[in-house]
Each structure stands twice: as structure tokens, then as C-alpha cells.
């Protein structure tokens, strides 16, 4: 018989680290809801310090906010998060990927292309959490092929509400609205695949601008979180 040995502290941190992370882009923890670290430890079987300094790291990240004497919550959503989204993804989604284009690699691409599958497949299965954690990776991803130690900071901190967003407003994923802007957001992600394939950067640009301009238009329709301040529109 084997006996399995206890995960090691690191371990447990990192698996801590990535459920948060998932709990978080899917919405299951909410913008503003408590992370208590007392649960979370008794929940991964690690001691009080180490989920300290996780929620320290979450909170660099921009998973995560901290105040003094207040305990961690879930980073907050407003209209101003919204609106300074839609400004700014532009600008650094356009640049990344423009960037993935000139350095990517061949591997880089093999694993773009796979995690593409996956977003397909999650398309096709109707299953919400993984359509927004494949899209999430995918435009991450393209972010880590641009190989910029600058943009991939602004991008992954882009992407943590991009996936929020993005939950809010697939769970009316019955709306066939909804149903024709996932065709065309897979149909995109494979175009921004053939442009980068081609290092063609002004194709994989208008791409991506064309991209996000259809997130914009179905936010507009639909996100309307719990967690988020404010009107979307006024």
C-alpha cells in the first residue's frame, strides 16, 4: 500500500495561491468579499504567516486589497474600474500582442494554439468558468510571448477584470447576443493567431482592436456586477 506524504508547506501555499486566483477570476469570491485567513489556513493546512505573506503578494498582483488592521479582501470593482478598463486595454492589449508578433517563438506559438483549443471546447461545452479562465490565459499568454518586462505587468493586472467582466455577462450565456460575440471573439483569437504566425503587426493591431470592441458593446448590455459601485452608464 502507498501512503501518500502530506504536501509541503510550499506546496500547499502554491496550490492556496492558485485556487485564490481562480476563486477570484470566476467570480466565486466577489469584488470586496473577506478573505479570512484563518479559514484559509485551516482550508490548506498552512500556518497563519505564509497566507499573510500570499495575500501581500495577491495584493502587489492587484487580486487583492489591504489596509491597515482590516483583513484582505477581493480587490473592488467601480464604474471608474470599468471605465479606466475600457481606455486603457487598448493600449497595452494592441502592444502586446503587436510585440508577440516580432518576438515570439515557435513554442510560444504551440502553446497559444493549445490553449485556443481549450477556449473552443469550453465554448462548445457551454461551461461559463472555463471559457473565462481559457480566454484569460490566452491573451496572458500572448502578453508573456511580447517579451516585455514593462507591458506584461499593466497586462496581467488588465486581465484580472477583464476576466470579472467577462463572468458577469456570460452568465447570460443563453442570450443569443451572447452566443454570436463568443463565435466572434474565437473567431478573433484565431486571427490574432495567423497574424502573429505571420509577425504581420498591423493585421494582429486591428485584430485586437476589433476584439475589444465587442467586449465594449456586450459590457455595455450586461455588466452590471454585485460588487460593483455605480452605473455603467451616466
Given at each position: 500500500?502507498?501512503?501518500?506524504?502530506?504536501?509541503?508547506?510550499?506546496?500547499?501555499?502554491?496550490?492556496?495561491?492558485?485556487?485564490?486566483?481562480?476563486?477570484?477570476?470566476?467570480?466565486?469570491?466577489?469584488?470586496?468579499?473577506?478573505?479570512?485567513?484563518?479559514?484559509?489556513?485551516?482550508?490548506?493546512?498552512?500556518?497563519?504567516?505564509?497566507?499573510?505573506?500570499?495575500?501581500?503578494?495577491?495584493?502587489?498582483?492587484?487580486?487583492?486589497?489591504?489596509?491597515?488592521?482590516?483583513?484582505?479582501?477581493?480587490?473592488?470593482?467601480?464604474?471608474?474600474?470599468?471605465?479606466?478598463?475600457?481606455?486603457?486595454?487598448?493600449?497595452?492589449?494592441?502592444?502586446?500582442?503587436?510585440?508577440?508578433?516580432?518576438?515570439?517563438?515557435?513554442?510560444?506559438?504551440?502553446?497559444?494554439?493549445?490553449?485556443?483549443?481549450?477556449?473552443?471546447?469550453?465554448?462548445?461545452?457551454?461551461?461559463?468558468?472555463?471559457?473565462?479562465?481559457?480566454?484569460?490565459?490566452?491573451?496572458?499568454?500572448?502578453?508573456?510571448?511580447?517579451?516585455?518586462?514593462?507591458?506584461?505587468?499593466?497586462?496581467?493586472?488588465?486581465?484580472?477584470?477583464?476576466?470579472?467582466?467577462?463572468?458577469?455577462?456570460?452568465?447570460?450565456?443563453?442570450?443569443?447576443?451572447?452566443?454570436?460575440?463568443?463565435?466572434?471573439?474565437?473567431?478573433?483569437?484565431?486571427?490574432?493567431?495567423?497574424?502573429?504566425?505571420?509577425?504581420?503587426?498591423?493585421?494582429?493591431?486591428d485584430v485586437v482592436r476589433a476584439h475589444l470592441?465587442?467586449?465594449?458593446?456586450?459590457?455595455?448590455?450586461?455588466?452590471?456586477?454585485?460588487?460593483?459601485?455605480?452605473?455603467?452608464?451616466?
Amino acid at each position: 500500500m502507498i501512503v501518500n506524504e502530506p504536501a509541503a508547506p510550499t506546496d500547499r501555499k502554491g496550490i492556496l495561491a492558485e485556487t485564490l486566483v481562480h476563486r477570484i477570476l470566476t467570480m466565486q469570491l466577489e469584488p470586496g468579499a473577506v478573505l479570512d485567513e484563518v479559514a484559509l489556513s485551516e482550508e490548506f493546512g498552512l500556518s497563519r504567516p505564509p497566507v499573510r505573506e500570499l495575500m501581500r503578494q495577491m495584493a502587489g498582483e492587484g487580486y487583492v486589497d489591504l489596509e491597515a488592521n482590516r483583513a484582505a479582501r477581493v480587490s473592488l470593482m467601480s464604474y471608474q474600474t470599468l471605465r479606466d478598463f475600457l481606455i486603457v486595454a487598448p493600449m497595452i492589449y494592441v502592444g502586446t500582442t503587436k510585440l508577440a508578433a516580432i518576438n515570439h517563438n515557435a513554442r510560444d506559438l504551440e502553446v497559444l494554439k493549445q490553449t485556443q483549443q481549450k477556449f473552443r471546447q469550453a465554448i462548445a461545452d457551454g461551461h461559463v468558468e472555463n471559457r473565462v479562465i481559457f480566454n484569460h490565459q490566452f491573451h496572458l499568454n500572448i502578453g508573456k510571448m511580447a517579451h516585455n518586462q514593462y507591458l506584461l505587468p499593466s497586462l496581467k493586472k488588465l486581465l484580472i477584470d477583464h476576466a470579472r467582466i467577462g463572468k458577469i455577462f456570460y452568465r447570460h450565456n443563453g442570450d443569443p447576443r451572447i452566443q454570436k460575440g463568443q463565435e466572434t471573439a474565437a473567431r478573433q483569437h484565431d486571427q490574432m493567431i495567423e497574424a502573429i504566425e505571420a509577425r504581420d503587426t498591423e493585421w494582429a493591431g486591428d485584430v485586437v482592436r476589433a476584439h475589444l470592441e465587442v467586449f465594449r458593446s456586450d459590457v455595455a448590455l450586461y455588466a452590471v456586477p454585485s460588487g460593483m459601485q455605480g452605473e455603467l452608464e451616466g
